[in-house]
């Protein structure tokens, strides 16, 4: 079992920069997929940004891409989510989440690969 606890989020205005925070306990190993999702009101749980913490690609949602950066820190069993030049339409709920197993090609993003969930955190771009 793993444990996530994300932290990070806040109110910024559309261009302005946020970092989330995603850490982990329990069961942790040095090879984990990690990913960043985010629900708004309404609509489905969409991937945003995924890693494997034991190397290997990145992958991003084609909305983000080149705006947001995802890391790793594994000393610290934290997952990191940078997020840049933000927009309206970045006003969601993140959430950091992991899975022992990498997920088949195309489907780092994909909710259904990933096992154990944060909680999430709150993210509001105001225009």
């Known amino acids: 079992q793993v444990q996530l606890v994300e932290s990070g989020g806040g109110s910024v205005q559309a261009g302005g920069s946020l970092r989330l925070s995603c850490t982990a306990s329990g069961k942790f190993y040095i090879s984990m997929q990690m990913g960043w999702f985010r629900q708004a009101p309404g609509k489905e749980r969409e991937g945003v940004a995924s890693i494997n913490t034991g190397g290997g690609n990145s992958y991003y949602a084609a909305s983000v891409k080149g705006r947001f950066t995802i890391s790793h820190d594994n000393a610290k069993n934290a997952v990191y989510l940078q997020m840049n030049s933000l927009e309206p339409e970045d006003t969601s709920m993140y959430y950091c989440?992991?899975?022992?197993?990498?997920?088949?090609?195309?489907?780092?993003?994909?909710?259904?690969?990933?096992?154990?969930w944060g909680q999430g955190t709150q993210v509001t771009v105001s225009s």
């Open positions: 989440a992991a899975d022992y197993y990498q997920p088949p090609m195309g489907r780092a993003l994909e909710p259904k690969e990933y096992n154990y």
